[in-house]
């Protein structure tokens, strides 16, 4: 199956910084949609931004302003750099990879078809 594995988790203090590092196989290359996900304890799995095949970029609302996501298409990585994070951006953060099974997010406008293990990202006031 399609292989993703998220890196740069960690623990930081509040207005700290974290860049996550997606990395997927061969098959998630080229005009994909490849977005971030987080699910924090006692809630909800929720979309946090996207990058389609197209070049469009999807952003929460959550996160707009503070959060930029970004890819290397060359080398199929995808990245989430966090800024100004706040203790309720605390969560497992997902990468996921649309590859056109119909299991659609709307808050993303990208559907979500594989997905990663998932990296801890821990903000402390």
């Known amino acids: 199956q399609v292989r993703l594995v998220e890196s740069g988790g960690g623990s930081v203090q509040a207005g700290g910084s974290l860049r996550l590092t997606c990395e997927a196989s061969e098959y998630t290359r080229n005009h994909v949609c490849m977005s971030w996900f987080r699910q924090a304890p006692g809630k909800e799995r929720e979309g946090v931004a996207s990058?389609?095949?197209?070049?469009?970029?999807t952003y929460a609302d959550s996160v707009k302003g503070r959060f930029t996501i970004s890819k290397d298409n060359a080398r199929n990585i995808l990245y989430l750099q966090m800024n100004s994070l706040k203790p309720e951006d605390t969560a497992m953060y997902f990468c996921a990879a649309d590859l056109g099974g119909g299991n659609w997010w709307p808050e993303v406008r990208c559907g979500a078809d594989y997905w990663g293990q998932g990296t801890l990202v821990t903000v402390s006031a």
């Open positions: 990058s389609d095949s197209d070049g469009s970029i």
